[in-house]
């Protein structure tokens, strides 16, 4: 069974950065492609970026975050990142990994299998 815990989130200004992580407990971490989705309170949950596993490590964003996020891996050290620039207000949600059996990457949450409980990501204005 793979875990997945997130860490990292916190409060920001506008026009900051942030960098969440998310660690995974699996043999072999490449073997998951993973994603990161966000939700803000009183809305669905949306995609935000996905990065492939294997040794392709290709990536996909969100319009809303492309140019201003970056999803990167350390397969070593079974993590995914989700690195944050030039953060509005707009972005303040929970922020969750997850990961699906799959080396090949997905923006559609139901194709992932594991989830991490979520970390909060907070930008003021």
């Known amino acids: 069974q793979l875990q997945l815990v997130e860490s990292g989130g916190g409060l920001v200004q506008a026009g900051g950065s942030l960098r969440v992580s998310c660690a995974a407990s699996v043999r072999i971490f490449s073997y998951y492609s993973m994603g990161w989705f966000r939700q803000a309170p009183g809305k669905e949950r949306e995609f935000v970026a996905t990065?492939?596993?294997?040794?392709?490590?290709?990536?996909v964003y969100a319009e809303s975050v492309k140019g201003r996020f970056t999803i990167s891996r350390d397969n070593t050290k079974k993590t995914v990142y989700l690195q944050m620039n030039s953060l509005k207000p707009e972005d303040t949600a929970v922020y969750s990994c997850?990961?699906?059996?799959?080396?090949?990457?997905?923006?559609?949450?139901?194709?992932?299998?594991?989830w991490g409980q979520g970390t909060q990501v907070t930008v003021s204005s």
């Open positions: 990065i492939s596993g294997g040794t392709d490590s290709s990536t």
């Open positions: 997850a990961a699906r059996g799959s080396t090949i990457w997905s923006t559609d949450p139901l194709s992932y299998q594991y």
